[in-house]
């Protein structure tokens, strides 16, 4: 990635791209006006996620974060998809709709203690799915890559034959979110 960025940004003299690990990053003190991650945050200790990002921004600078939550309908096709997991992996779940886990997500902003007020801009859109795109798009989800081989072939068997049986293809709606937030200042 580090590479295909650098390539993308050749044209710009002033981008420099370090590859290495946000944990192990040690910004210069407010020299950035904004902080960007899109669906990676959550995967950085909470204590230092945001710590290090209000550290990285000027006085004026912000945090953005993207995330896509998916919109699940009440319907037939839902209901037994949801019933494999509770059948094959009863300890995973289909997301919680999108309102709670914005309203989480702005809460975690608020309570670091570090950014606020957040403005949360929401963008629905969807996209229809054959059995191969789904389970393709689930292999790169963490909480599917981390299941057991027989648990994830089983998943993905199931899957496969639910929406085989539904026509070939469903629509999955999705809410875009971002979050943008100042920097508190001191």
């Not at 945050?41 to 996620?49: D, L, S």
Request: glycine fraction near 4%; charged fraction near 25%.
């Amino acid at each position: 990635m580090a590479r295909v960025c650098r390539r993308n940004a050749r044209e710009f003299p002033d981008v420099e791209i370090r590859n290495t690990a946000f944990e192990d990053w040690r910004p210069e003190e407010g020299s950035f006006d904004l902080a960007l991650a899109a669906t990676a945050f959550h995967w950085i200790p909470y204590k230092v996620a945001h710590a290090r990002c209000a550290r990285a921004l000027k006085p004026t600078g912000s945090l953005a974060l993207l995330w896509n939550f998916v919109d699940i309908p009440d319907s037939r096709f839902y209901s037994d998809l949801r019933a494999i997991y509770r059948r094959i992996a009863p300890h995973m779940h289909l997301s919680l709709p999108p309102e709670l886990r914005i309203e989480r997500q702005r809460k975690k902003i608020v309570s670091s203690g570090l950014f606020g007020p957040v403005t949360v801009m929401q963008y629905p859109w969807q996209r229809e799915y054959t059995a191969d795109g789904y389970i393709g798009l689930l292999k790169t989800m963490s909480d599917h890559a981390i299941l057991a081989p027989q648990t994830k072939r089983d998943i993905f068997r199931a899957i496969r034959r639910l929406i085989d049986d539904n026509g070939g293809s469903f629509i999955r709606p999705v809410v875009a979110v971002l979050f943008l937030a100042p920097k508190r200042q001191r």
